[in-house]
C-alpha cells in the first residue's frame, strides 16, 4: 500500500541519515587527531580525476557531447564538467549491479592503454574482459569460437571500439562508454564523459566504476577507503615493467645479503721459524730421545742381516754387498 511505501521510504532516509551524520563525526574526530581539517570522499575523488587529468578533452566536440562539456580554453581544447562524470559513474555502477551474472557484462578495450584497466576490473567486478583485437562475430555468429552473448557491454573508446558497439546494437545490449568531447554517442545508453586517451585518466575511471559497484554489492566499506591502489590500473610500458623487476631484484639480494650470517674467519696454516740453535746429531738428523725406530726389512739379494736403529751403530760396520752386475755381451759369448 502507499502506507507501507512512504513509511519504507523514510527508514531509508533515517538510515542514509544516521550513515551520514556518523561519516561526519569521522570526519571530524579523524580532523581533530591530525590537526588538519579532512576531505570527503567527493573531494578527494575530484583531486584524483583533476591529477588524472579526466577533464581535458579535445580540440574538436561531438553535438551530442555538449551537454557534458564546461567550457573551452584559451588553446582550444574542451573542458569536460567533473560533476557530469562523477554523476554518471553512479548511474552506470547501478546498472552494473542489476545484472544477477557478474559473467553476463562484457568490458572491451582495444586501445593499448585501456587493456590493463579492463583486466583489472573484471577481476574485482568478475565481468568478462576482452582486452586484444575485437573479432568480429563475437557477438552475433555462433559459429565463432569467442562466440558471448552478454547482457551488458562496456568500451573505452566508442569510436576506436566501433565494432562491438555496431554488433551490439543487432542484439539490443545495452552499452556503457567512456566518452570524450568528440566521441559519437550512436548506439551508446550511458555515456561517461571522460578523457580516453590518457592511461592515468583511463585506470582511475576503472577503478572508480569498479570501486563504486563493489560497494553497491557490499563487498566493501561505504565509509573505509579501498584498499586496493589505483596505480595497478593504470598502463605500463615494457621499459617500466623491465625497470620495476630490476629494482625488485636489487632489493631482493641486497635484503638477502643483510640477512644472511657474517662469515667466521678462516684460520690459516703457518709455519713456524726453525730454532737457529736447534742441535743436530752425528747423522745429521735431528734427535729424538726416547724413540726407537723400528727395524727396516730388506729384500731378498742383500746378505746379512738389517742394521739396528740409532745414527751410532752404523759406524765401524761395511756397506751391504751389492748383487753382482750382470756381463758384457763380449764376456757372456765367451763364457757360452
Known amino acids: 500500500s502507499r502506507n507501507n511505501i512512504d513509511l519504507i521510504g523514510q527508514e531509508q532516509s533515517e538510515g542514509v541519515g544516521r550513515c551520514s551524520r556518523l561519516y561526519r563525526l569521522q570526519l571530524l574526530e579523524k580532523s581533530r587527531r591530525t590537526g588538519k581539517m579532512a576531505l570527503t570522499q567527493r573531494e578527494e575523488d575530484i583531486q584524483r580525476m583533476l591529477a588524472a587529468k579526466v577533464h581535458i578533452g579535445t580540440t574538436n566536440s561531438d553535438h551530442q557531447m555538449t551537454p557534458y562539456i564546461w567550457r573551452r580554453n584559451n588553446e582550444g581544447v574542451h573542458i569536460l564538467n567533473i560533476g557530469k562524470t562523477l554523476e554518471k559513474l553512479q548511474l552506470a555502477a547501478r546498472i552494473i549491479v542489476t545484472i544477477e ?25 568478475g565481468c568478462q574482459p576482452l582486452a586484444s583485437r575485437f573479432t568480429p562475430g563475437t ?30 546494437s543487432y542484439v539490443n545490449i545495452p552499452v556503457i562508454a567512456i566518452c570524450n568531447s568528440d566521441s559519437p554517442l550512436r548506439f551508446v545508453d550511458v555515456a561517461i564523459p571522460a578523457n580516453n586517451r590518457g592511461k592515468h585518466s583511463i585506470g582511475l575511471i576503472y577503478w572508480m566504476l569498479a570501486r563504486e559497484v563493489l560497494r553497491l554489492r557490499g563487498a566493501i566499506s561505504n565509509i573505509e577507503p579501498w584498499n586496493v591502489s589505483v596505480d595497478l590500473f593504470f598502463h605500463k610500458e615494457p621499459e617500466d615493467i623491465e625497470k620495476m623487476a630490476e629494482e625488485k631484484a636489487a632489493a631482493a639480494a641486497a635484503a638477502a645479503a643483510a640477512a644472511a650470517p657474517a662469515p667466521e674467519a678462516s684460520q690459516e696454516y703457518t709455519e713456524a721459524p726453525m730454532d737457529p740453535n736447534y742441535q743436530f746429531d752425528a747423522a745429521g738428523a735431528p734427535s729424538m730421545g726416547g724413540f726407537e725406530a723400528a727395524p727396516a726389512t730388506y729384500e731378498a739379494g742383500f746378505e746379512g742381516a738389517a742394521p739396528a736403529a740409532g745414527g751410532a751403530q752404523w759406524e765401524g760396520q761395511a756397506a751391504p754387498v751389492a748383487p753382482p752386475a750382470a756381463p758384457q755381451n763380449a764376456e757372456w759369448s765367451m763364457q757360452q
Open 101 to 125: 551474472n557478474p559473467a553476463d557484462v562484457v568490458a572491451v578495450s582495444g586501445r593499448e592503454h585501456g587493456q590493463r584497466a579492463v583486466l583489472k576490473f573484471s577481476h574485482y567486478t
Open 139 to 168: 557477438f552475433t555468429n555462433q559459429i565463432t569460437r569467442n562466440f558471448k552473448e552478454p547482457r551488458l557491454l562496456i568500451v573505452t573508446d566508442p569510436r576506436y571500439d566501433s565494432q562491438p558497439v555496431n554488433e551490439a
